[in-house]
């Protein structure tokens, strides 16, 4: 079973920026991957999707902000985010989309927090 490891959130200003990274335990490869968050008495949404080959997706709210990017050969997924805002403040966690939802185990997350 793969272990996800995320991390690199902390607590950072309006307009900064943050690199998160997810580790997996084992190959990714071939697998579509994707980002999610969870912002307090929020339900998990999905934030940016990036799939063995071709074209990323992101929703709405972080698109031109956020990037979401992959090493194959680190087995690591990683979402840079600019121009950060308060509403993105949330947990943040990666995991493999398979048949529209996800795939392995959550990891533990990592908090990312917007504020002045």
């Known amino acids: 079973q793969v272990q996800l490891v995320e991390s690199g959130g902390g607590l950072v200003q309006p307009g900064g920026s943050l690199r998160l990274s997810c580790a997996a335990s084992?190959?990714?490869?071939?697998?579509?991957m994707a980002w999610y968050r969870q912002a307090p008495g929020k339900q998990r949404e999905l934030v940016a999707t990036i799939p063995f080959y071709g074209s990323t997706n992101y929703t709405d709210s972080v698109k031109g902000r956020f990037t979401i990017s992959r090493d194959n050969t680190k087995n690591t997924v990683y979402l840079q985010m600019n121009n950060l805002e308060p509403e993105d403040t949330a947990v943040y966690y990666c995991n493999a989309l398979i048949s529209g939802g996800p795939y392995y185990p959550w990891g533990q997350g990592t908090q990312v927090t917007v504020s002045s």
């Open positions: 084992r190959s990714i490869l071939f697998k579509p």
